[in-house]
């Protein structure tokens, strides 16, 4: 016998409220990781869908090359600069601050 708890069923109906939300933004999908016959949101009526959501959700991400890109290489230098400031903060140069 499987037991459930009460958060287990929350965490269920939250992915189920979720995939819901992405069929409703994504228009013509169906599903997260399959194309399944019939979604969470969508009336059977409609009947199946062609596309599953998750290649939606690609495309739309397409445009976000660019954007990318440069964040990477915002990183790269951020963190560039972190390193090289730990040699300030370590006091390396208290000799040559001291007067003879």
């Keep these: 016998m499987v037991t459930?708890?009460?958060d287990d069923v929350n965490d269920i109906d939250n992915v189920i409220k979720f995939?819901?939300?992405i069929e409703k933004s994504f228009g013509d999908c169906n599903g997260a990781?399959?194309?399944?016959l019939f979604g969470i949101s969508k009336s059977i009526?409609?009947?199946?869908?062609q596309k599953e959501c998750i290649e939606n959700v690609v495309d739309s991400m397409k445009g976000l090359l660019g954007p990318g890109i440069v964040c990477l290489l915002t990183s790269f230098v951020l963190l560039a600069a972190c390193c090289g400031s730990c040699t300030l903060c370590s006091g390396f140069n208290k000799d040559d601050l001291e007067g003879p």
């Design 45 to 49: 009526a409609d009947g199946p869908v």
């Design 19 to 21: 995939i819901a939300e």
């Design 4 to 6: 459930k708890n009460k």
């Design 33 to 36: 990781c399959h194309k399944p």
